[in-house]
């Protein structure tokens, strides 16, 4: 039976469209295959404080123009309908996630942002997401857009809805669900709910 469902942000609900490799310049100089919290992970103490500082400027300026994907509001009430507690658990800062909320009214149970825990492709927002839902892994689902969603979930033993782009193209094959959009969710919580 399914109790919870756990968002992924940027992608998933709204496209930020942030512009890693010139965040990454700003910050280091140069572009890298590494993703951008995992390179500011290796500065030390004080310019690590100024990086994070420079991509939350760039999220919060994101989230002010940040697009609501197709059937976010329609799959939320949805879920609601049939008592499914709602979660966000978001590699993004915890500022540009209540921006969202606020200009496109939207609540959850419980919101886990990069602050509270280590991010994902830990398990650790997932688990912390599911301790405070009082909900064991068996009985919720991820939806997300990328590769460390994938590792995330099956890290934590929770189920995951992939959503089918160029970051989670590797990991679709391995998912539970794939979804060409969140409108097709629906479909999946309804077999997942018999
Ligand atoms: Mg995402």
Not at 183 to 190: F, P, S, T
Request: proline residues 4%; hydrophobic residues 45%.
């Amino acid at each position: 039976m399914l109790r919870a469902v756990i968002f992924d942000l940027d992608g998933t609900l709204v496209d930020f469209n942030l512009d890693i490799k010139r965040i990454k310049r700003e910050i280091f100089g140069f572009d890298a295959e590494q993703p951008l919290l995992e390179m500011i992970d290796t500065l030390a103490p004080e310019k690590r404080k100024e990086a994070l500082a420079k991509v939350v400027e760039h999220e919060v300026s994101a989230a002010k123009r940040a697009e609501l994907k197709p059937g976010v509001k329609e799959v939320i009430k949805s879920l609601r309908s049939r008592g499914i507690a709602l979660a966000l658990a978001t590699r993004n800062c915890r500022q540009a996630w209540e921006i969202v909320a606020e200009r496109y009214h939207l609540a959850f149970d419980v919101v886990v942002t990069r602050e509270d825990t280590e991010p994902k492709p830990s398990p650790a927002q997932f688990l912390l997401t599911l301790k405070l839902l009082r909900v064991s892994p068996e009985h919720a689902l991820a939806v997300g857009d990328h590769a460390f969603d994938y590792l995330a979930a099956r890290s934590a033993g929770v189920k995951i809805a992939l959503l089918d782009n160029k970051f989670s193209s590797a990991y679709l094959n391995k998912a539970d669900f794939v979804l060409h959009s969140l409108r097709d969710l629906e479909g999946v919580v309804a077999r997942l709910c018999v």
